[in-house]
């Protein structure tokens, strides 16, 4: 039930660019996606709804294929304070009450 | 992005005592607000959901005589932790979301040892 991650850890060099997957066995209507540094809550990155819509802030951006229930989180040109922990959260429906179940996490690390 | 607090940031205790910890929205009204568990390494688990003046909704396994959680008003949520065992040392974070919008925002989480 738990949203799959992958992949679970990757390295990169500054201005390297990187893919986050995260995939889900159940229908989604909202993909959340979130950082989190070491000993530190989650950082709300960007949310995308049911639709198939695509955004972007900055040289972060991301897709939701509802039909197959996966979402990707794009990293372009990546920064040291990009390393992290990259979690997605999967809702089922909308609404405030909407309830998260968050994906297994990538570690993302970022060398000079 | 909306601002949510947690109180304390840490706490040690000892086995068989209570921990209350404090999540307060400081800039909305949070309707809901979610409580998370984390372990090391590990990912973020819901343990309960709980709407202003009702009573929390606990995940599958979570017990709810063990982790009490009152939503007394719409910018507090309190989860307390009773008769606190080693094995309940986790990383406590609190969410809240509300109005028209869905983003849950994160308190900062509050570090639980029990020794």
């Known amino acids: 039930q738990q949203p799959v991650q992958s992949p679970q850890a990757v390295i990169l060099r500054e201005g390297e660019d990187a893919v986050i997957n995260c995939s889900s066995s159940?229908?989604?209507?909202?993909v959340h996606w979130y950082r989190q540094k070491h000993g530190e809550a989650p950082v709300f990155l960007m949310i995308?709804?049911?639709?198939?819509e695509q955004k972007g802030h900055d040289k972060i951006s991301a897709s939701f294929n509802e039909k197959k229930q996966q979402s990707s989180l794009y990293l372009t040109a990546s920064q040291l304070s990009y390393s992290g922990t990259y979690f997605c959260?999967?809702?089922?429906?909308?609404?405030?009450?909407?309830?998260?179940?968050f994906g297994t996490g990538t570690l993302l690390a970022v060398q000079p | 992005g909306a601002v949510v607090s947690q109180h304390p940031s840490w706490v040690i205790c000892k086995s068989g005592t209570s921990v209350k910890i404090e999540c307060r929205s400081l800039?909305?009204?949070?309707?809901?607000m979610f409580w998370y568990r984390q372990f090391p390494k590990q990912s973020l688990m819901l343990m309960a959901t709980?709407?202003?003046?009702?009573?929390?909704?606990?995940e599958q396994g979570v017990e709810k005589d063990k982790f009490l959680i009152n939503h007394a008003s719409l910018t507090l949520s309190t989860l307390t932790v009773t008769s606190a065992h080693p094995e309940d040392s986790s990383f406590y974070i609190c969410?809240?979301?509300?109005?028209?919008?869905?983003?849950?925002?994160f308190g900062p989480g509050t570090r639980l040892t029990v020794t």
């Open positions: 969410s809240a979301a509300g109005g028209r919008t869905i983003e849950q925002y």
């Open positions: 995308l709804l049911k639709g198939g």
């Open positions: 159940k229908a989604l209507y909202s």
């Open positions: 959260g999967t809702g089922n429906y909308g609404g405030a009450t909407n309830k998260l179940i």
């Open positions: 709980s709407n202003e003046g009702s009573k929390a909704t606990y």
């Open positions: 800039d909305f009204q949070a309707t809901t």
